[in-house]
């Protein structure tokens, strides 16, 4: 099975800040790489697939990239409202997937 | 407009069985494969099983293999999980969600709120 691992697990930065999350992957996974936000008691949202392209609505300070097993999420320019927790998630083995452990975003 | 609404949970006892249902609604249903993501409190994300949009392939995590039966009734655009067998490593939230296709890539595209599962005596 593939397993994806994220760093860091959590994370303290300021509104205004660029931010870096990354995902790994066991094996190469191509781009078969989705993220996801979550905020508290709310059902993730889908942010990016195909490693990096925005799902329609996404704003563009949310960027992802890499190919294989690194992954990164970026964030330029935190809003109030992306505190949140982020996820990678992996859809290479057809219809099974597997999620990071996620990250906490937090304020500073 | 996508519209997945859970149903079903509740408190069972080690052992027990539930039965959780996902009505959608604002899609083609029949075309879609239907995932079942669950999260332990405090805890992650974890993918739980897949069912593609005829019913046909059906996929699961390790951990709920033998015990647990994704299935759908594309007449009344509804997804189900019948969960037996029932661990207290069971207890979650557990979402429905939509698989889509982008360019290709498969995606969890929309969600539902979930349903709590307590297994517990």
């Known amino acids: 099975d593939i397993q994806m691992t994220q760093s860091p697990s959590s994370l303290s930065a300021s509104v205004g800040d660029r931010v870096t999350i990354t995902c790994r992957a066991s094996?190469?996974?191509?781009?078969?790489l989705n993220w996801y936000q979550q905020k508290p008691g709310k059902a993730p949202k889908f942010l990016i697939y195909?490693?990096?392209s925005l799902q329609s609505g996404v704003p563009s300070r949310f960027s992802g990239s890499g190919s294989g097993t690194h992954f990164t999420l970026t964030i330029t320019g935190l809003q109030p409202e992306d505190f949140a927790t982020y996820y990678c998630?992996?859809?290479?083995?057809?219809?099974?997937?597997?999620f990071g452990q996620g990250t906490k975003l937090e304020i500073k | 407009e996508v519209h997945l609404l859970e149903s079903g949970g509740g408190l069972v006892q080690p052992g027990g069985s539930l039965r959780l249902s996902c009505a959608t609604s604002g899609f083609t249903f029949n075309s879609c494969a239907m995932s079942w993501v669950r999260q332990a409190p405090g805890k992650g994300l974890e993918w739980v099983s897949t069912i593609s949009g005829s019913g046909g392939p059906t996929y699961y995590v390790d951990s709920v293999k033998g015990r647990f039966t994704i299935s759908r009734d594309n007449s009344k655009n509804t997804l189900y999980l019948q969960m037996n067998s029932l661990r207290a490593d069971d207890t979650a939230l557990y979402f429905c969600?939509?698989?889509?296709?982008?360019?290709?890539?498969?995606?969890?595209?929309?969600w539902g709120q979930g349903t709590l599962v307590t297994v517990s005596s």
């Open positions: 969600a939509k698989d889509s296709l982008y360019s290709g890539f498969d995606s969890l595209d929309s």
């Open positions: 998630q992996h859809s290479y083995t057809t219809l099974m997937y597997t």
């Open positions: 195909a490693a990096s």
């Open positions: 094996q190469s996974i191509h781009t078969y």
